[in-house]
């Protein structure tokens, strides 16, 4: 597949970085197509904007050319650097194009092992990062950050990015495993749709609860495919780069935070980094706290280590007595890192069994007797 028909070069500097900085090892889109095929990472630049209520950015601002000025003047990391900038994706010539043609191109970058990096536009474009794992035919797990859950009705009057979690949803056929939600504000998000989203046994976290102990959002950024972040999610002093603006949210270390547990994790293959505007981000606070969020991600990349063989050697285990049914639990920790997993057997079906992501919390609640609401979710969903 020839991706280079489907963007446009990105200018030369005009500023050069320094010997140390990321844009010394970058392989970036400006006269030649760089060797994706052979990248650990790939970034895209998105510019799509038809699914905003809010509609395009004025001429001249470019969230994802904004991001990566202040991206590329950071200094490497430890370790190796395959990374890639493909340029900027040109449109379709239809929002629904523009789905297909990401949906082509990360299914592209997924079969060549290169981790798709969808920087820019607005938040209903993670549905075409969504529909390249369809590709897969599989179950898939993913986990968004928003302020509040996208669930309106789809309709002539309603702008995508206010519907695009629930085509996600609803998408047939439909392969999705599990869903967490994270950093939803409770005052802006209807309690149906909370109520919904239990119902389907699928997890959310709220911003109070991120920010309480953000540990607790690792294990669902660990068991997702493909992880989507809108920037409205970060609070307005962190990062002024949204509209309207919001004095709560997350904070851009708890942003941060959240693309090291996304780059860190095996299971991870895609990340998208939305809802950017530019015109709201005079000082380019804003840009400097996505281009630092994609820094953490790259850094965590680099930082993956197999874990893999659970009851072997590398793993400790931990099986915890039960009264009632089940009467046991397994859980797992990882010699070489503060990451717990737990082995949940369907209760229907003894050979239906999945070894999931946890926190050391949830070994806690089964070792005083109690069912993790992880492993009643995992249940459900299992049937």
């Keep these: 597949m020839n991706l280079a028909l489907f963007f446009d070069p990105l200018a030369d500097d005009e500023h050069p970085a320094s010997p140390t900085a990321l844009a010394a090892y970058a392989a970036r889109f400006t006269e030649t197509f760089p060797d994706w095929r052979g990248a650990d990472l790939a970034i895209l630049g998105l510019d799509e904007w038809r699914g905003s209520a809010a509609g395009a950015p ?64 607005s938040h209903d474009l993670d549905y075409g990062q969504f529909l390249a794992y369809e590709t897969q035919e599989r179950p898939v797990s993913f986990a968004v950050v928003d302020a509040r859950p996208d669930m309106a009705e789809p309709g002539p009057a309603t702008a995508p990015e206010t519907s695009h979690l629930r085509r996600l949803l609803v998408h047939e056929p439909n ?12 005052y802006l998000t209807p309690p149906e749709v909370l ?17 309480t102990d953000r540990r607790q959002a690792e294990p669902l950024v660990r068991q997702a495919d493909f992880l989507s972040i809108d920037l409205a999610a970060v609070r307005w002093p962190d990062a002024p780069g949204y509209a309207p603006a919001n004095p709560f949210g997350l904070s851009a270390d708890d942003a941060t935070q959240l693309c090291w547990y996304a780059g860190h994790s095996e299971q991870l293959t895609s990340l998208g980094l939305y809802g950017y505007r530019p015109e709201h981000d005079a000082h380019g606070l804003a840009a400097a706290a996505l281009a630092t969020m994609l820094w953490y991600f790259v850094e965590g990349f680099y930082h993956r280590r197999p874990e893999t063989g659970f009851g072997t050697y590398r793993f400790l285990t931990y099986t915890v007595v039960l009264p009632g049914n089940p009467d046991k639990l397994v859980f797992y920790k990882s010699r070489r890192a503060e990451k717990w997993w737990m082995e949940v057997e369907s209760l229907g079906d003894s050979a ?32």
Excluded at 181 to 186: R, T, Y
Excluded at 195 to 211: N, Q, Y
Excluded at 353 to 372: F, M, N, T
């Design 58 to 121: 004025p001429a001249g601002h470019h969230g994802a050319n904004r991001v990566r000025e202040r991206f590329y003047q950071l200094q490497k990391g430890t370790g190796a650097l395959r990374l890639v900038d493909l340029g900027n994706l040109r449109p379709g010539l239809t929002l629904d194009d523009t789905y297909q043609r990401l949906r082509e191109i990360v299914a592209a970058l997924l079969d060549a092992n290169t981790v798709p990096v969808l920087l820019g536009g």
């Design 352 to 383: 239906v069994k999945r070894v999931v992501p946890c926190s050391y919390e949830d070994y806690l609640h089964a070792s005083q007797g109690d069912l993790p609401e992880r492993w009643i979710r995992l249940q459900a969903l299992l049937g």
């Design 195 to 211: 109520v919904a989203l239990e119902k389907m046994h699928f997890d959310t976290m709220s911003v109070g609860a991120i920010r």
């Design 175 to 186: 392969y999705v495993f599990s869903l967490a939600h994270l950093g939803h504000q409770q």
